[in-house]
């Protein structure tokens, strides 16, 4: 098991940071530059993911950066949401729209995994409670 001493170093930030990458450059071309709203708003909600994961990163408890983990994650669906309307409207063809959903999948399923590998083990009643039976 490798230890993680950079945020740059999490797998789960690598892939969003390629998801703004591809978002960035999608929004510069055509119509899709000009939509100044929906442009806005895919950058922001992209870049959303890999910041929310680098600022969770630095806090100092693994509660805390689970919270950001989970907005990261949430970005990365706002983000997928985006693209729907952005091929809706033409801004975006089929294979584009494709590439970059499967991208903004890898990335929250990354985000995802990393949150719940933050969360404590279920109980199991193995605890010294006091009591024999496992009950708390």
Not at 35 to 56: P, T, W, Y
Not at 112 to 125: E, H, I, Q, W, Y
Request: glycine share 8%.
């Amino acid at each position: 098991m490798t230890l993680i001493k950079r945020f740059e170093d999490i797998l789960a930030w690598q892939e969003a940071r390629k998801l703004a990458r591809e978002i960035y450059r999608m929004t510069r071309e055509g119509a899709f530059s000009k939509d100044f709203g929906l442009r806005d708003q895919i950058q922001r909600a992209s870049v959303s993911v890999m910041a929310n994961i680098a600022e969770g990163f630095d806090c100092d408890s693994h509660v805390e950066f689970a919270r950001f983990l989970g907005i990261a994650r949430r970005s990365v669906v706002e983000v997928q949401s985006l693209l729907y309307i952005a091929h809706d409207v033409g801004y975006i063809d089929e294979q584009i729209f494709k590439s970059s959903y499967f991208q903004a999948e890898k990335a929250k399923a990354l985000t995802g995994g990393l949150k719940k590998s933050l969360k404590p083990a279920r109980d199991t009643g193995t605890r010294d409670t006091g009591k024999t039976d496992g009950r708390k």
